[in-house]
């Protein structure tokens, strides 16, 4: 199965232009800009296209302190065959996920991920958030990605975490200076499917290794809100 390493970008908002449909594919052209100054254009198809619109709408419904623009851009064309970027492996996306306190209560997490190549070199971010006012202290994340394995449905992500606020992610080691782990299925588009996507976030640590199923758990926990596309 293709493997493919690219990096994490962050997103959170959205802004999709009138489909530009490539002549004979059914297939649509597309820019992706994320704040901090990323930028990812590829072509897609009409399922591939629902899954990344769905997946920038879901970190404006559940935020992370990211934001993000989709827009349509030119195709360019070889006869009748469009030619798509070589390097349009990508991950993005976000929601929530439910924690346990215990007792039957529950608090919601939120994270946001999306990454890829650009110029030749891995750019990106992975947020994520505990809002406040439930039955766990607050806290948030902000960290930089230093490598992505995407094999198929799955993704790995490890990043180097640049900065914490509020004590929740400290108790796990999520510390600035840390690197923490993370592993993603996109188990297809909501609405189409019954099968909520998956997260799996590890305890962080002092250990640079790139994730991979040998250092990092299959993902677990559902998105119960949002969706994450993963695309080679």
């Known amino acids: 199965m293709k493997r493919t390493i690219i990096a994490i970008v962050a997103a959170a908002g959205l802004m ?33 296209l629902t899954s990344l619109t769905q997946a920038v709408q ?7 302190g990211l934001s993000c623009t989709l827009l349509q851009v030119p195709a360019m064309r070889f006869g009748a065959v469009a030619m798509a ?15 346990d306190c215990g007792g ?23 947020n994520g958030i505990v809002p406040d006012g439930q039955c766990v202290p607050a806290g948030s994340f902000k960290s ?35 690197y923490h782990r993370f592993s993603f299925d996109d188990n297809g588009n909501p609405g189409e499917t019954s099968t909520l996507d998956l997260v799996n976030l590890q305890p962080a640590g002092d250990i640079a290794d790139c994730a991979d199923a040998t250092n990092t758990g299959a993902p677990w926990a559902p998105l119960v ?3 994450i596309t993963i695309h080679q």
């Open 104 to 126: 039957g209560a529950t608090f919601w997490l939120n994270l946001a991920v999306n990454g890829h190549n650009q110029d030749g070199r891995l750019v990106g971010t992975v």
């Open 16 to 48: 999709l232009g009138t489909a530009f449909s490539v002549s004979g594919l059914g297939q649509t052209q597309v820019t992706l800009n994320c704040s901090g100054g990323t930028s990812l254009t590829v072509v897609l198809d009409t399922g591939a």
């Open 85 to 99: 970027l070589s390097d349009g492996a990508f991950i993005t996306g976000g929601g929530r996920i439910r924690g």
């Open 58 to 64: 879901a970190l404006i419904d559940y935020p992370a």
């Open 225 to 227: 809100n949002g969706n």
């Open 144 to 178: 930089v990605p230093i490598c992505v394995a995407i094999s198929g449905n799955r993704a790995y992500v490890t990043s180097r975490v640049a900065e914490t606020t509020g004590s929740y992610f400290t108790q796990f080691g999520v510390v600035a200076g840390s």
